[in-house]
């Protein structure tokens, strides 16, 4: 039913539209066609009223275009006399300068240039006692003189002062050079001379330039004042020569666009209207909504651009490094250990140390592999500074777990505490008060004196440790100073290994100081805690000012199995106990955040390591 009703209203719309258009298309003509006679008739009334005022104005037509030969002459003439005016100007104002001139008793040869257009170049010529003979032999005899000149100076080189040809070639260049000489104060003495009857000459001529100029003046002026007479008397006329011929072209616009209208009337009324159904009503064999694949497709592309969507501000708003190769590629550094959180010990001292406090440990084996790392490297690192992003990333744990390492493989080991404004390692070894470096360096005395007698040795055999001392007012001149640098080559004479432990390094610019000192730099990162921006400004930050940077300590990971560097652990109990800062607050204390490593290798027992040392040396 609805499609024989939709058949029905389809067919009855079409036959409308076919008597609607052919009554409309005749009203339309009939109209135009009217409109058409009435702009005929109006415009032959102007072209009559045209060409009576042509005639009246003296107007003609010239290649289709309308010639007023009154204006034409008059504009000529308007030309001329300006030209003429400007001429007479000229005329009068070089006639006042040489009479003041000449009154004056100035030299006159400064205007003889000005008038060379009356005088012509042969009086120019003959006033600067020159001619195009006498011009030309001079310019002869200057190359000729250059000539033997430039031959003489070739057989100087190869004859001597006396020889026959260099006394000629002497004699020919002053003999031209005396020609050249007298024509010149020759041609000054003529024109002086002439000076004198130059000034008359130049007034009668400047005068007779002004009276010639002035005549043609007023001939120009006085014809000029006649063809404006007459123009002025026609002005009328061409005005309203103008506004006819303005309604004339704009009625025989609009008899063509009439035209044009009944044309296309008249092409439409033969041709028709064109309508035809494109398609039989049918009913349709689905459901025109909702529609299932539209409805599906929009909801999979709504649903995977959201999911991206949140992904990527998921991924913005969580600034941290997700794994080793992210980091390693985004530093551009080497990954020289991964450790996890380190259970606490509940001990102080020495014994709060995991490498110390448990050397056969499972927990030990990040630290040899740290230690392996800088064994094995291709950089020389015998002296390194041990520093961290930001405070609470472990380096002082780091630090001293490493030392222990180091002196359990039989090396000397010089552990120096330089976080001389909160010093963590003199905090955890139980050395707070003890007298330490700032002693060192503010000591006048030689190192080999003054060192000694702030070295303290620990139970661990083979690691010496040097606290940070009393805080100073200025740490970062202290390590600037060339104190620091000698206590560095003293220890490196006596110790195999020296480890310094540094402030943040974007918290104070002490581990730039001493990482210019040293041979190379580690930093300790913690995942879960430093943002990917802060890691990246502090290894651009050794970069910039060329330190060594080893590579990265990955500290305090969990054992979940996500994958990601999340969780806390806990330290072992001991803190800076003293509120002086770097300048910002901290979230959490250095050895809480510091006491983190379980290491996530297999354990590999000394002897193994050192029978498999030679192999891993050539390897590397």
Not at 179 to 199: E, H, I, P, R
Not at 331 to 344: D, F, I, N, T, W
Not at 346 to 361: L, R
Not at 367 to 383: N, V, Y
Request: glycine share 6%; net charge negative; charged share 20%.
């Amino acid at each position: 039913a609805a499609a024989v009703i939709v058949a029905r209203i389809v067919s009855e719309y079409v036959n409308f539209i076919d008597a609607q258009a052919s009554t409309n298309n005749q009203n339309d003509l009939q109209t135009m066609m009217g409109a058409r006679e009435e702009i005929n008739r109006k415009l032959d009334e102007k072209n009559a009223e045209f060409l009576t005022l042509q005639s009246q104005a003296g107007v003609f037509d010239l290649d289709g275009k309308s010639v007023n030969l009154p204006l034409v002459r008059m504009i000529e003439l308007n030309k001329s006399l300006v030209e003429s005016q400007r001429q007479t100007l000229e005329a009068w104002a070089f006639l006042q300068t040489v009479q003041q001139a000449s009154q004056s008793g100035q030299n006159m040869q400064q205007f003889l240039l000005q008038a060379v257009e009356s005088l012509g170049t042969s009086i120019l010529a003959k006033q600067m006692g020159l001619s195009e003979q006498d011009a030309w032999a001079i310019a002869k005899m200057n190359e000729e003189l250059l000539k033997t000149r430039a031959e003489l100076a070739n057989r100087q080189q190869v004859l001597g002062p006396n020889n026959p040809v260099i006394l000629e070639l002497q004699q020919e260049v002053r003999v031209k050079q005396e020609f050249v000489s007298s024509y010149y104060q020759q041609t000054k003495s003529t024109v002086l001379a002439n000076s004198a009857d130059l000034g008359p000459q130049l007034l009668s001529l400047a005068q007779q330039r002004y009276l010639m100029a002035n005549e043609r003046l007023q001939a120009l002026q006085q014809q000029f004042d006649r063809e404006r007479e007459v123009a002025a008397s026609q002005n009328e006329l061409i005005a309203r020569l103008a506004i006819v011929d303005l309604d004339r072209r704009r009625l025989q616009a609009d008899d063509e666009d009439a035209q044009s209208r009944i044309d296309a009337l008249n092409l439409v009324r033969n041709q028709g209207i064109k309508v035809s159904q494109t398609k039989d009503a049918r009913p349709g064999r689905l459901p025109s909504s909702p529609r299932l694949v539209l409805v599906v497709a929009v909801c999979l592309v709504l649903g995977v651009g959201s999911g991206l969507g949140l992904i990527y501000i998921l991924d913005l708003l969580d600034d941290r490094f997700r794994s080793p190769d992210e980091l390693r590629m985004q530093l551009g550094v080497p990954v020289l250990a991964m450790v996890r959180s380190l259970p606490p010990t509940g001990e102080t001292g020495a014994d709060a140390i995991q490498c110390h406090s448990k050397p056969n440990g499972v927990e030990t084996e990040a630290f040899r592999t740290l230690r392996t790392q800088i064994a094995f490297s291709d950089r020389q690192a015998q002296r390194i500074v041990v520093t961290s992003t930001e405070p609470g990333d472990g380096k002082t744990t780091v630090m001293s777990n490493l030392a222990v390492v180091f002196a359990q493989s039989g090396k000397k080991t010089l552990l120096i505490d330089a976080d001389m404004r909160r010093p963590g390692m003199t905090a955890l070894l139980n050395l707070k008060g003890q007298q330490g470096l700032s002693q060192v360096l503010r000591d006048e005395r030689p190192m080999s004196v003054c060192v000694p007698e702030n070295v303290y040795s620990q139970v661990i055999p083979g690691l010496d440790v040097i606290p940070s001392g009393s805080r100073p007012s200025n740490p970062a001149e202290l390590l600037a100073s060339d104190r620091f640098s000698e206590l560095l080559a003293w220890a490196e004479t006596l110790y195999d290994q020296i480890l310094v432990d540094a402030p943040p390094v974007l918290a104070v610019a002490d581990p730039i100081i001493i990482g210019r000192m040293v041979d190379a730099a580690v930093l300790v990162v913690r995942p879960d805690k430093n943002r990917r921006r802060m890691v990246i400004r502090a290894t651009e930050a050794f970069a910039a000012v060329e330190v060594n940077l080893l590579g990265v300590v990955v500290n305090h990971l969990s054992s979940d199995t996500s994958g990601d560097y999340y969780g806390y652990g806990y330290g072992y109990g001991y803190g800076y106990g003293y509120g002086y800062g770097y300048g910002y607050n901290y979230g959490h204390d250095e050895a809480n955040a510091a006491g983190d490593t379980i290491a996530e290798t297999e354990p590999v027992d000394e002897e193994t390591l050192t029978e498999e040392a030679p192999a891993l040396r050539r390897a590397a």
